[in-house]
């Protein structure tokens, strides 16, 4: 039976990228349901770095990652993983308290927040409806190039010696004095450490392998790609609602839309709903006087929470050699390179990497769920 030091379940953004880092000190086998890694969420995101997105606790986890997607080190390719964007957060006439909350919960964090009127709103989003009247920048918002990214830690994990098994669902995991044994769709191979990187099925697999779920719920997300009169600006920012009730960004000549639908189900392969559309539809009609031509494509994916919203990265309190990677939200691409190398740390026992010094271990240590 093949033996590996580390076996992670999932080669979405979460697995590959803990492949990447831990590759080069370990035996590592990456198992991924899929005939394809990045099927699920890591496929269907919507592909922004955005420092206040996740809120002020998520938010350490994305800023440490900013400069290694801006400048990734040599072997990641010579190019950035981030292009600009920015963001503006809008507030009509009744919201401005929840502005004012906004940019507070930022305050002393180093994000970069700059207020907008009125005028300047009009300048960045033109056709704006009348009853929005204040906004906040934030001038360091990127796009992120999530196909390039995700391949990327793939391509360097399998350099460093990780393997890649594809339709290769965990269907038992044993683990006895010498470690897990584990049936991989038709092989069984043993491991020391197992990885749980299984994105909205984190605790189905949790619980296939003995451990104690942590109630990571997943979320259906919902995106339509539009075709606008007039058409998107080129520098449109990400805008977003201060609500959590829409956003909406270019993309390639055409716009992407999402009305911040937040629906429980059960892990699965997510499909947009009828009515989540026409309510993205309705919102957006709320804020621009844009004419939709056409909605050329929709696309609904999970977004997989733990019950405090943070992100659950170390060793299991109950499950001896079980690792968490999960519940990585709606910011599981953003914090990719900084979420990695700290599971990487605990994992391994390593030195943390400079990057984490600002990121306080604790607010993610699953042990925090009881
Ligand atoms: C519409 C939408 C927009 C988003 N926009 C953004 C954004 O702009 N920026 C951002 O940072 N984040 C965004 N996110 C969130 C981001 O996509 C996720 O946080 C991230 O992709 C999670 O990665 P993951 O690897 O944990 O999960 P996944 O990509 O879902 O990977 C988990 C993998 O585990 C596999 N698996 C499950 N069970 C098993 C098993 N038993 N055996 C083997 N394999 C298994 C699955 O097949 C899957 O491939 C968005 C999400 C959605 C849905």
């Known amino acids: 039976m093949p033996h590996y030091d580390v076996v992670i379940i999932g080669a979405g953004i979460a697995g590959a990228s803990l492949a990447a880092e831990i590759a080069p000190h370990c035996r590592v086998l990456i198992a991924e349901a899929e005939d394809r890694p990045g099927y699920h969420s890591t496929g269907r995101s919507a592909a922004f770095w955005a420092e206040s997105y996740g809120g002020p606790q998520v938010q350490p986890l994305t800023t440490a990652s900013g400069p290694w997607l801006a400048s990734p080190p040599p072997g ?177 000549g055409r716009l992407w839309l999402s009305p911040h639908d937040e629906t429980p189900e059960p892990a699965a392969d997510s499909a947009p709903d009828e009515l989540d559309m026409a309510l993205a539809i309705d919102r957006f009609q709320q804020v621009v006087d844009w004419r939709i031509e056409a909605v050329e494509h929709r696309w609904a994916g999970q977004r997989s929470f733990a019950p405090d919203r943070l992100p659950l990265i170390g060793f299991a309190s109950d499950g001896p050699d079980f690792f968490w990677l999960a519940g990585q939200g709606g910011f599981g691409i953003q914090t990719a390179p900084a979420a990695a190398k700290l599971a990487a740390s605990i994992l391994l026992g390593l030195t943390p990497d400079p990057m984490l010094e600002r990121v306080d271990a604790k607010l993610y240590d699953p042990a925090r769920l009881g």
């Not at 960045?124 to 934030?138: K, M, S, T, W």
């Not at 020391?192 to 994105?199: D, E, H, K, S």
């Not at 099925?201 to 942590?214: E, H, S």
């Open 76 to 252: 990641y390719g010579d190019r950035s993983f981030l292009g600009p964007r920015g963001a503006l957060t809008l507030a009509r006439g009744d919201e401005l308290h929840l502005l004012g909350e906004f940019q507070t919960s930022f305050a002393g964090t180093g994000v970069r927040m700059e207020p907008r009127d009125r005028a300047a709103l009009v300048a960045q989003v033109p056709g704006l409806a009348a009853d929005i009247v204040a906004g906040i920048f934030e001038p360091d918002c990127c796009d992120i190039d999530v196909g390039a990214l995700h391949q990327a830690y793939l391509a360097t994990a399998r350099r460093a010696g990780a393997g890649l098994a594809l339709r290769s669902p965990l269907l038992a995991a044993q683990h006895g004095s010498a470690g897990w044994v584990l049936t991989l769709g038709d092989q069984q191979v043993t491991a020391r450490t197992l990885v749980n990187a299984a994105g909205a099925w984190a605790d189905p697999v949790a619980i296939r392998a003995g451990v104690r779920p942590l109630g990571v719920q997943p979320y259906r997300r919902t995106v339509l790609q539009m075709r606008t009169n007039p058409a998107a600006p080129v520098d449109l920012p990400l805008t977003l609602g201060v609500r959590g009730d829409y956003y909406f960004k270019p993309e390639a």
